[in-house]
């Protein structure tokens, strides 16, 4: 796994983790980890830029809209993201960015697709870092 | 899971009585190896349900229960509106109305042996699948509204299978209640080129064989033999369901807030049946269920254009179609009284038994047949439904072998391209588009799908009618 993200089991799912210095490096970095589930990041250029804006009732809420929200852009979009930048959080909204291209079955080494991020195991905090995590319905 | 605290209601019946802030026990379904192995989280999840108002008799768990979101996969809840009731989001999952659908070739086993690397290499091409793959029925929002009203009957009526398919599909093909005004703009786009693809995960197309029969008349009912040949396609209601589940996870947790209903897990996020976001939610997953049911009948299509390539004399028909991923209004006796019920099943099948006037009339004696997904590399199985089922757990069985291991410890322990060359020295055939795919689905990341049906069947939720074996199989 790469650097401040990584997957840990569940027994039918996938469980996500990211972790960074600031709450938006983890949340970021989650984005990373759902991704990495779904293909190899190593191989996507960051060509294109997709704004994204989401909103929740709460931080740990807002973790796992900003994940769906990916997925429901990639899909619309018909592409892929292996980077993510957040500009703002706030606690109950967030502006960022998502960086990827169009998806190429020939080029990209696909793996499986994730049909949500979910509230199971949902958890945001801080101990020696910032962490973000939770589970994705495979 | 612990057997301690657990009451024996049979060899195969287990309840954890009711206690704190359970308003029903919770039972059990399972042998005692199957209960030995099954997550202690399985308890606590089913627990967790019992507490939510407005349930009915007992939170239920089926032989293949292993951990999920809010409900085990494999719960089973049913709600009275007049109660309080409600209707959950973890009872229903991300992938609306996922289920199975089986269809007979009228060709046996020897017929299509000769060929089946053709007839496989044909359907992996006809049936789009796997990440990122696009529909070859290209729709527009209004397109997809009526697909969201119509199910497989808008599917047939647009040329995608025939008339008579339709009585062999729960409800006729459709189910009433759909508004797809309650479905959001992304969920509909999202789906614009999806109808008719098979996705990936758990989601599969196989070329089966019987080779087992349990119930002759049964059996003779369903209109096959040993070593007839059938078809079964595994898949849900597609980038749709899962995004009707993201936005009512936000909206109906802000529900359950308003409502001050206490639920134990986030994931169980719910609001009252008889409340305007329980109405809305419930609409938008009929919408669901009709989109999986028309995804099914255009994938059914495929598979006879498929086929007929490869085999032109083939007449491929429908014997059933089941859904997994569901909340169905239903009527059933509590008590000796009627009641409507919202029945949440969340990785678990429909199992009515014999007499309801569900059932289209060449099953009507039999009871439903329960289609039970197995694994690549092992067996699946038909049952029936049974009157037991009806009085123990509304008339539901499980739903496969359910998960053993997890995703990940899969990947760790098998190589997709070495779990291919196992199953084809056993004789059957793989096409797969992940390797990374078919790993995370390796037969042995399952528990063993002979056990949990001989549960329900022990159990008398279902009754065995026949086994069938792969012979080649196209992975999402």
């Known amino acids: 796994m790469g650097e401040g993200y990584e997957t840990f089991e569940h027994e039918a799912d996938m469980g996500i983790r990211g972790s960074g210095e600031t709450l938006e490096e983890a949340f970021e970095n989650g984005a990373r980890a759902m991704f990495s589930i779904m293909l190899d990041l190593v191989g996507v250029e960051p060509e294109e830029k997709v704004e994204i804006s989401c909103s929740a009732p709460d931080r740990e809420t807002l973790f796992v809209e900003w994940l769906n929200e990916l997925l429901t852009q990639a899909s619309l979009r018909e592409m892929v993201f292996s980077d993510f930048k957040i500009e703002s959080l706030e606690k109950d909204s967030l502006r960022g960015y998502a960086y990827g291209e169009r998806l190429d079955k020939k080029k990209h080494r696909l793996k499986v697709e994730v049909k949500a991020a979910t509230y199971s195991m949902l958890k945001v905090y801080k101990n020696e870092k910032y962490v973000a995590q939770c589970v994705v319905d495979v | ?476």
């Open chain 2, 1 to 476: 899971m612990d057997k301690a605290n657990l009451r024996k209601i049979s060899d195969y019946e287990w309840e954890v009585p009711k206690d704190g802030d359970m308003n029903v026990p919770v039972r059990i379904f399972a042998s005692k190896s199957l209960l030995g192995d099954m997550d202690e989280k399985v308890r606590e999840q089913a627990a967790n349900v019992a507490c939510l108002p407005g349930i009915q008799k007992a939170s239920l768990a089926m032989p293949d229960a292993h951990w999920g979101y809010g409900f085990p996969i494999g719960g089973v809840g049913a709600f009275d509106p007049d109660e309080g009731g409600v209707i959950c989001m973890g009872g229903i999952g991300f992938d609306i109305s996922c289920g199975v659908r089986m269809m007979k070739t009228g060709l046996y086993r020897d017929d299509v042996r000769p060929r089946v690397e053709n007839l496989i290499q044909t359907l992996f091409k006809t049936v789009p699948a796997g990440l990122g793959s696009k529909g070859k029925v290209r729709l527009g929002i209004e397109g997809i509204d009526e697909v969201l009203r119509g199910g497989a009957r808008w599917a047939v009526e647009q040329g995608y299978g025939r008339d008579e398919d339709l009585r062999f599909i729960e409800e006729r093909g459709v189910v009433e209640g759909a508004d797809p005004a309650n479905v959001s703009v992304k969920a509909k786009q999202r789906q614009f080129r999806e109808v008719g693809t098979l996705g990936s995960g758990n989601h599969y197309l196989e070329i089966q064989y019987v080779d087992e029969i349990y119930d002759e008349k049964a059996a003779k009912a369903l209109g096959l033999e040993k070593e007839s040949v059938v078809v079964a396609i595994h898949c849900g209601s597609r980038a749709l369901g899962h995004q009707i589940g993201t936005d009512y996870l936000k909206e109906l947790y802000v529900a359950s807030k308003k409502y001050n209903i206490p639920i134990k897990d986030r994931e169980l996020v719910c609001a009252p049946i008889n409340s305007p976001e329980g109405k809305k939610y419930f609409s938008a997953v009929m919408a669901g269920i009709n989109c999986a049911l028309a995804n099914r009948q255009v994938i059914a299509h495929l598979v006879r254009e498929g086929f007929k390539k490869v085999f032109p004399g083939a007449d491929i028909e429908m014997l059933y179609d089941i859904s997994h991923n569901t909340c169905k209004v239903e009527e059933h006796v509590i008590d000796g009284e009627k009641r409507t019920l919202y029945v949440h099943r969340k990785g678990s099948t429909r199992a009515f038994g014999p007499g309801r006037k569900e059932l289209p009339r060449e099953y009507r004696d039999m009871g439903q047949p329960v289609l039970i997904g197995g694994t690549m590399g092992t067996y699946s199985f038909i049952l029936a439904g049974t009157e037991t089922g009806l009085e123990k757990t509304f008339g539901s069985a499980c739903h496969g072998a359910g998960r053993a291991m997890s995703r990940k410890k899969a990947k760790k322990t098998w190589y997709g391209e070495r779990v291919l060359k196992e199953l084809s020295r056993r004789g059957i055939v793989v096409k797969a588009h992940s390797y990374a795919g078919v790993a995370e689905e390796a037969p042995g990341a399952y528990k063993d799908v002979s056990e949990v049906v001989d549960t329900v069947h022990n159990a008398g939720l279902a009754k065995k009618v026949v086994r069938v074996r792969p012979m080649a199989v196209v992975k999402g």
